[in-house]
T-cell receptor, first 111, second 114 residues
Framework: SQQGEEDPQALSIQEGENATMNCSYK?????LQWYRQNSGRGLVHLIL?????REKHSGRLRVTLDTSKKSSSLLITASRAADTASYFC???????????FGTGTRLTIIP | ETGVTQSPTHLIKTRGQQVTLRCSSQ?????VSWYQQALGQGPQFIFQ???????GRGNFPPRFSGLQFPNYSSELNVNALELDDSALYLC?????????????FGPGTRLLVL
């Protein structure tokens, strides 16, 4: 079963705008990660945030984590056509190595 | 490129047949996990192998089985294929002693069961 859901399910924005997608999960976590998937192929790791962190940056990516609300957000600034992809959050629990994925957000950048 | 490779890239089978999918880990990684991703869904954990032994299993029936070899490469075997087994199968390698652990995914094998 899925751990939670991403919101929105689909998002279309103009190139250069910022894109924000949210992830909710159900159980306590150790880490939360965001992955990108192009055209139903392999997943590319974007960023990892630990449960004791609240915000993390990597290039044009900003991730926040609110463990009290069991939610995370991914912000992509100054979007590019190459950012068009599906984005998934994935959580892992203490002592359990498996990743539990959300349902994904399909992001389309309009040139 | 993550250094994780999978073969074949695409496969068509008929219901009731058996299939073997293969995965080569990223250099230095000792753990391989397998995921099934149905169309429009997020990946679902099948099982993980560490040092050639199963190290955790998701909610999949016993007809899904696996192997890990001394060089840390891995196979996923599915017996008695069903139509619902049609999906993208992803393997991911990681280094279990790394903290925190990050899994690196291969490009996947797309299986179609007719």
């Amino acid at each position: 079963s899925q751990q939670g859901e991403e919101d929105p399910q689909a998002l279309s924005i103009q190139e250069g705008e910022n894109a924000t997608m949210n992830c909710s999960y159900k159980t306590s976590i150790n880490n939360l990660q965001w992955y990108r998937q192009n055209s139903g192929r392999g997943l590319v790791h974007l960023i990892l945030i630990r449960s004791n962190e609240r915000e993390k940056h990597s290039g044009r990516l900003r991730v926040t984590l609110d463990t009290s609300k069991k939610s995370s957000s991914l912000l992509i600034t100054a979007s590019r056509a190459a950012d068009t992809a599906s984005y998934f959050c994935a959580t892992d629990n203490f002592g359990n190595e498996k990743l539990t994925f959300g349902t994904g957000t399909r992001l389309t950048i309009i040139p | 490129e993550t250094g994780v490779t999978q073969s074949p890239t695409h496969l068509i089978k008929t219901r009731g047949q058996q299939v073997t999918l293969r995965c080569s880990s990223q250099s230095g990684h000792n753990t391989v996990s397998w995921y099934q991703q149905a169309l429009g869904q997020g990946p679902q954990f099948i099982f993980q192998y560490y040092r050639e032994e199963e190290n955790g299993r998701g909610n999949f029936p016993p007809r899904f089985s696996g192997l890990q070899f001394p060089n840390y490469s891995s196979e996923l075997n599915v017996n008695a294929l069903e139509l619902d087994d049609s999906a993208l199968y992803l393997c991911a390698s990681s280094l279990v002693t790394a903290t925190p652990e990050t899994q690196y995914f291969g490009p996947g094998t797309r299986l179609l069961v007719l």
